[in-house]
């Protein structure tokens, strides 16, 4: 039953930390794309 208990929470500490680590990559790929985008309007005001 312990045995379970454990593999359940492993299994589960594994998804949380994949969907941590996806989630700040996308976080980055959105801040990225913004300071881009950012960048690209001022040279076109310029």
Known sequence: MADEDQAEFAIGM???YDAYIRGSL???VVQRTKACM???ELELLV
């Open 14 to 16: 594994k998804y949380a």
């Open 26 to 28: 996308i976080a980055h």
């Open 38 to 40: 950012s960048k690209a």
